[in-house]
Structures are given as structure tokens and as C-alpha cells.
Nanobody
Framework: QVQLVESGGGLVQAGGSLTLSCAAS????????IGWYRQAPGKQRELVAT???????NYADSVKGRFTISRDNVKNTAYLQMNSLKPEDTAVYYC???????????????WGQGTQVTVSS
């Protein structure tokens, strides 16, 4: 089993930046594609970005050009750099292990506690 722990959230003004981290422990050899999700109050969990073990990246349209996902396979850590933040980016952000089946990303790990990102207007 691999465990992923998110950190780096906080309160930031609109237009600001934050970088989230996702640290893996346990059976890190099993880490495949890392996905960052977010869930705002009263809304469904939304896939924000994914990065494969080889570095192939996908973004949700809502964050393209503003967010950058990356990973360090030696440190077993993934990152989500968020720039030009908007109030609608306010959510709890989660990272999880998973893989693509065709064009569909399927998480297959356990959800962690997430990290809160709040963007004030």
C-alpha cells in the first residue's frame, strides 16, 4: 500500500500563488499516475491534473495555463504549482495514485485528508 499526504495549502489573495506537495510513503514502487483533485463545498470532487510516471501531463480546462503539475520520482513527491489563483479555486485539494484506462483516469488509492486552499477576493 502507498500512502500519499498532501500539504502546502493556505489562504491567499486572488492573483496569488501556492505550491502543494504530495509526499508518498510505503509501497512507492506501486505509484503510477498521480492525480490532483479538488472538492469545493457542496460540489463534486473534480480532477484537476494528472502526471504519469513518465511525465505525461493532463489538465482540466479550468486550470490550464495557471497550474503546473510535476513529480520527483526519486523523492517520491508530486507537486501542484498554482498561479493566478481565483476565488473559484477555493477547495480542499487531494492527491491520489491511479492510472489511465484509455482516456479515463481511475484513482485506485485511498483518499487522504487533503489540504485546504482558500482564495480571497
Amino acid at each position: 500500500q502507498v500512502q500519499l499526504v498532501e500539504s502546502g495549502g493556505g489562504l491567499v489573495q486572488a492573483g496569488g500563488s501556492l505550491t502543494l506537495s504530495c509526499a508518498a510513503s510505503g509501497s512507492t514502487f506501486s505509484i503510477n499516475t498521480i492525480g490532483w483533485y479538488r472538492q469545493a463545498p457542496g460540489k463534486q470532487r473534480e480532477l484537476v491534473a494528472t502526471i504519469t510516471r513518465g511525465g505525461r501531463i493532463n489538465y482540466a480546462d479550468s486550470v490550464k495555463g495557471r497550474f503546473t503539475i510535476s513529480r520527483d520520482n526519486v523523492k517520491n513527491t508530486a507537486y501542484l504549482q498554482m498561479n493566478s489563483l481565483k476565488p473559484e479555486d477555493t477547495a480542499v485539494y487531494y492527491c491520489i495514485n491511479g492510472q489511465y484506462y484509455g482516456s479515463s483516469y481511475i484513482p485506485n488509492g485511498s483518499w487522504g485528508q487533503g489540504t485546504q486552499v482558500t482564495v480571497s477576493s
